[in-house]
T-cell receptor
Framework: GAGVSQTPSNKVTEKGKYVELRCDPISGHTALYWYRQSLGQGPEFLIYFQGTGAADDSGLPNDRFFAVRPEGSVSTLKIQRTERGDSAVYLC????????????FGPGTRLTVT | DQQVKQNSPSLSVQEGRISILNCDYTNSMFDYFLWYKKYPAEGPTFLISISSIKDKNEDGRFTVFLNKSAKHLSLHIVPSQPGDSAVYFCAAKETSGSRLTFGEGTQLTVNP
């Protein structure tokens, strides 16, 4: 009965490496969002999927960041050539559809780039 | 530019008293507002929301007030309980949009 799940819960990687973060939304939710939260800040929007397509990717900070949702359910956030400034908690959220305002968040993945 | 601001990083209240958390916004296109609660090592949990066509929404111990002319909203928790101790985030949304814009959060501590 599940809520939004995210794996891994923690990821430590070296600068320059590639990482993938996974999100499994609430079953039946068609809208999926990625946010990033830095220490002492609120979550910041990265990208929004409606179904399989990225409807709004304007929050992605640069082209090292990419996300996919090939079957309209699970999504993967991919970060290439990681930098220390990418260290943050990456949160995934889902909502029932594009008109539902309430978004339900997963526990997040804490990414540390050393 | 910070479109949603929570000016109090922390708030401490006694158990049984009222907690009032405040939030201000600058974007007049925002027309839906939400409050989330976050415990350490967990994701934000949806608490309560309000549409801009209302000025008050109540759910049990939680009430959100919206003052559109002042671009201000507040969350009232009464009576406060120790289990309410958490970080509270205010978030705003345009009806036509998808993203939530969050404030910086307020750490609420309810002392027994």
């Amino acid at each position: 009965g599940a809520g939004v799940s995210q794996t891994p819960s923690n990821k430590v990687t070296e600068k320059g490496k590639y990482v993938e973060l996974r999100c499994d939304p609430i079953s039946g939710h068609t809208a999926l969002y990625w946010y990033r939260q830095s220490l002492g800040q609120g979550p910041e929007f990265l990208i929004y999927f409606q179904g399989t397509g990225a409807a709004d990717d304007s929050g992605l900070p640069n082209d090292r960041f990419f996300a996919v949702r090939p079957e309209g359910s699970v999504s993967t956030l991919k970060i290439q050539r990681t930098e220390r400034g990418d260290s943050a908690v990456y949160l995934c959220a889902s909502s029932l559809d594009r008109v539902s305002h309430e978004q339900y968040f997963g526990p997040g993945t804490r990414l540390t780039v050393t | 530019d910070q479109q949603v601001k929570q000016n109090s990083p922390s708030l401490s209240v006694q158990e049984g008293r009222i907690s009032i958390l405040n939030c201000d916004y600058t974007n007049s296109m925002f027309d839906y507002f939400l409050w989330y609660k976050k415990y350490p090592a967990e994701g934000p949990t949806f608490l309560i929301s309000i549409s801009s066509i209302k000025d008050k929404n109540e759910d049990g111990r939680f009430t959100v007030f919206l003052n559109k002319s002042a671009k201000h909203l507040s969350l009232h928790i009464v009576p406060s309980q120790p289990g309410d101790s958490a970080v509270y985030f205010c978030a705003a949304k345009e009806t036509s949009g998808s993203r939530l814009t969050f404030g910086e959060g307020t750490q609420l501590t309810v002392n027994p």
